[in-house]
T-cell receptor
Framework: DTGVSQNPRHKITKRGQNVTFRCDPI?????LYWYRQTLGQGPEFLTY????????KSRLLSDRFSAERPKGSFSTLEIQRTEQGDSAMYLC???????????FGEGSWLTVV | GESVGLHLPTLSVQEGDNSIINCAYS??????FIWYKQESGKGPQFIID?????DKRQGQRVTVLLNKTVKHLSLQIAATQPGDSAVYFC?????????????FGRGTSLIVHP
């Protein structure tokens, strides 16, 4: 399978704990995006990388969120001190350059209890 | 910034009918438009896209129409099948500041009755 891969697919955590999600983009894609989606809403942009450089962050990305793409390949999204409002599906996507079609992974569901 | 909206939150059709899902956008600088299909519990799946230098593009059973004058696009699905039941999102991109990040609407839930 050469699509965008995300794991874990589901994560249940207690409030206050830290969680980390991993994304493996399509191999030749240099752009990687993180989105968040809550029930009944469309995906909302969080941040994106061009190779290893994080070029833009949304205002949705609070200080408790950090994303990395250390070697320009896979990326991680960490949420520290989780809150119930962080419960959502976290979507990763990738594209070949800024004009390329953006393909999404299957998402990582986070439930904070 | 860009705002993207779909005209109907839910669309119910009979199997075999044609479906039309509409989307409006606000930024006249938008130049790339994408439709995604999202099934329950899954990530958005690319269906078809269109650039602003075109007003129509066809795929397999799907057609996207773009009207830049009124900032409106539509997705037409021919001979709708039960497997088409899903939430459909339009996403709109403009190269403002060079980031080219797509903005999504809220989605239209398509329900196909057998």
């Amino acid at each position: 399978d050469t699509g965008v891969s995300q794991n874990p697919r589901h994560k249940i955590t207690k409030r206050g704990q830290n969680v980390t999600f991993r994304c493996d983009p399509i191999s030749e894609h240099n752009r990687l995006y993180w989105y968040r989606q809550t029930l009944g809403q469309g995906p909302e942009f969080l941040t994106y990388f061009q190779n290893e450089a994080q070029l833009e962050k949304s205002r949705l990305l609070s200080d408790r969120f950090s994303a990395e793409r250390p070697k320009g390949s896979f990326s991680t999204l960490e949420i520290q001190r989780t809150e119930q409002g962080d419960s959502a599906m976290y979507l990763c996507a990738s594209s070949e350059g800024q004009g390329g079609t953006i393909y999404f992974g299957e998402g990582s569901w986070l439930t904070v209890v | 910034g860009e705002s993207v909206g779909l005209h109907l939150p839910t669309l119910s059709v009979q199997e075999g009918d044609n479906s039309i899902i509409n989307c409006a956008y606000s930024n006249s600088a938008s130049d790339y438009f994408i439709w995604y299909k999202q099934e329950s519990g899954k990530g958005p799946q690319f269906i078809i896209d269109i650039r602003s230098n075109m007003d129509k593009r066809q795929g397999q059973r799907v057609t996207v129409l773009l009207n830049k004058t009124v900032k409106h696009l539509s997705l037409q699905i021919a001979a709708t099948q039960p497997g088409d039941s899903a939430v459909y999102f339009c996403a709109v991109r403009a190269a403002s500041g060079g980031s080219y990040i797509p903005t999504f609407g809220r989605g239209t839930s398509l329900i196909v009755h057998p």
